[in-house]
């Protein structure tokens, strides 16, 4: 089917969400045991980890781990946010920097100002915005930031969203409890999707959408590892327990220039494999062969195809034996862990 399609679902009676655009799953969201990004727990600081600037915390979910901390005694009470997932046995990845964020409008307690996404450039449009913003932050005390999705949309709608986030901080940081509690949940699945995928679509929500609309094939060739790029190539896409490693095939074409159109491909097409399959952590490319005047390409469409990801990834550079290396965040449940 052309066009874009929201599709919003259950697996194995988990909440899920499906992102279909012209027929190829583009993103796909699930829910898993774990504690969803975004929710919020008053802490307990248990022990520092000596040498590496970190504490570990107690939180009503099990063990946490909060990096780059200063003064912080054990004992202590604090705010944290959860901000990823954690590899299997390890902690919890959680931050102090607190946002609550919402479809058109993201608070942060402790950043005061108010910000404009850099996307809208219009400058009557971002005086319109501003103008929202500073009647509905009026006295709050806190940080605003309005997204690119506040372009054109109903200023009754962006006022609603602004305060839905101030109450929802404002309730979470005046709760002066003292014991270790969950102070806000993360947003699941179905919210998730209504939240980050703002362009136009067809929204699906009908029982069997998944099948229907032809997600569960597409899961079905995500789980098996092998991602076709088209020309007869392909990528082959391994988890294991230290890296995520990726090996890139021509396959059938036998061109000269195969194993460039090979990598290519690979550049526009990893971000959405790792996307789909909720892969992150070190990733290693083993790129088809290829000269090495072809790697500055080859870096600036990965640079490229990144760049408009929502998880953040670091691109590391080439090693000695021609692979190239990146580091993703753990913001998203691998499929094999859930499926």
């Known amino acids: 089917m052309k066009g874009r399609q929201i599709i919003l679902d259950h697996i194995n009676g988990q909440e899920a969400a499906a992102l279909m655009v012209d027929g190829t799953l583009e993103d796909f969201l ?3 045991e774990a504690p969803l990004p975004g929710t919020i727990y008053r802490a307990r600081a248990d022990r520092p980890v000596k040498g590496q600037g970190g504490m570990f915390l107690t939180t009503p979910d099990g063990p946490a781990f909060l990096r780059q901390v200063k003064g912080l005694a054990p004992g202590q009470l604090l705010l944290v946010q959860v901000s990823g997932y954690a590899e299997s046995g390890k902690a919890l990845p959680v931050t102090q920097k607190l946002l609550f964020k919402s479809r058109y409008a993201i608070v942060t307690p402790d950043a005061p100002g108010l910000n404009i996404s850099r996307a809208i450039r219009d400058e009557d449009e971002r005086d319109r915005l501003l103008e929202i913003a500073h009647e509905e932050m009026e006295g709050a005390g806190f940080g605003l930031i309005l997204r690119s999705a506040c372009a054109g949309a109903d200023p009754e709608e962006i006022a609603e969203d602004i305060g839905a986030m101030v109450t929802a901080a404002r309730q979470v940081v005046d709760d002066l409890g003292t014991e270790v509690e969950t102070l806000h949940e993360g947003d699941a699945p179905h919210l998730t999707a209504w939240r980050e995928w703002v362009e136009p679509a067809q929204v699906e929500q009908a029982a069997g959408g998944f099948d229907r609309c032809g997600v569960l094939e597409a899961l ?40 460039v159109k090979a990598n ?33 390409a080859f870096e600036n469409a990965l640079r490229a195809a990144f760049k408009t990801d929502p998880e953040e990834t670091s691109l590391l550079g080439w090693t000695t034996l021609g692979h190239f290396e ?3 965040k753990r913001g998203r449940l691998p499929l094999s862990e859930v499926l």
């Open 220 to 259: 079905d060739e995500l789980r098996s590892g092998r991602i076709a790029l088209g020309g007869g190539g392909f990528l082959y896409v391994e988890p294991t327990r230290a890296l995520v490693a990726v090996d890139v095939n021509t396959g059938s074409d036998t061109s000269l220039a195969a194993g």
């Open 30 to 32: 699930i829910a898993g």
């Open 264 to 296: 290519m491909a690979c550049a526009r097409g990893l971000p959405r494999a790792l996307r789909c399959m909720g892969l992150g952590g070190q990733i290693v490319i083993d790129v088809a062969p290829m000269p090495k005047k072809d790697r500055r």
């Open 326 to 328: 990146l580091q993703r």
